[in-house]
């Protein structure tokens, strides 16, 4: 079983609506969340860090539920430009500080 | 600040064909890694460094070397490329500590033939 697990989609959603996709983890210790976005042939760039209490940025919502282990991603009034994969990272603090990233959502904005 | 620089863009090498990707950063960023992105894998950490003269082994070393002599630079070596070695690779920074600022290059794709 992969450390962090997506749906890798596509999601195929019309202008406006809202979208939200999970991100599961395995190991229990992960103590940090973050979500990356990646356009096509582009490298992955920070979108938001995930907190216990939550993390809205716009129309960007993360949130974590460490008792089922996941977080999730909600976007509100999607716009063509959030066309893009979505990867989830997490981290178990333990010294090294190593990124865990998930295989990504594909999420295509339909006007 | 040019921010994390990698060449080439894109490379293709016979199968057993050595290498060096290169990676640098103008940040003065103590941690540096190399990714590779596969489809349906994800990215995939193959090495690390938390500093100059320190390195260590990610999720898939084999077949890959590092060195970190500069804070600045962090190259990759392909040892005897393979057809499994194709890939997007990625070199990333950032400071000890601040998971947040992550910084990626744009990539290098690399084929193998």
């Known amino acids: 079983r992969k450390e962090v697990e997506q749906d890798p989609g596509p999601f195929n959603v019309p202008e406006g609506a809202t979208v939200a996709f999970n991100c599961t983890y395995s190991n229990s210790a992960s103590q940090s969340f973050f979500w990356y976005r990646q356009d096509c042939r582009k490298e992955p760039k920070l979108l938001m860090s995930?907190?216990?209490s939550g993390n809205e940025d716009g129309r960007f919502t993360a949130q974590l539920n460490r008792a089922s282990q996941y977080i999730s991603l909600l976007i509100r009034d999607s716009k063509l430009s959030d066309s893009a994969t979505y990867l989830c990272?997490?981290?178990?603090?333990?010294?090294?500080?190593?990124?865990?990233f998930g295989t990504g959502t594909r999420l295509t904005i339909i006007p | 600040n040019a921010g994390v620089t990698q060449t080439p863009k894109f490379q293709v090498l016979k199968t057993g064909q050595s290498m060096t990707l290169q990676c640098a950063q103008d940040m003065n960023h103590e941690y540096m890694s190399w990714y590779r992105q596969d489809p349906g894998m994800g990215l995939r950490l193959i090495h690390y460094s938390v500093g100059a003269g320190i390195t260590d082994q990610g999720e898939v070393p084999n077949g890959y070397n590092v060195s970190r002599s500069t804070t600045e630079d962090f190259p990759l070596r392909l040892l005897s490329a393979a057809p499994s070695q194709t890939s997007v690779y990625f070199c990333?920074?950032?400071?000890?500590?601040?998971?947040?600022?992550?910084?990626f290059g744009p990539g290098t794709r690399l084929t193998v033939t």
């Open positions: 990272v997490a981290i178990a603090n333990f010294g090294n500080e190593k990124l865990t």
């Open positions: 995930v907190y216990s």
């Open positions: 990333a920074s950032r400071r000890a500590g601040v998971l947040e600022e992550q910084y």
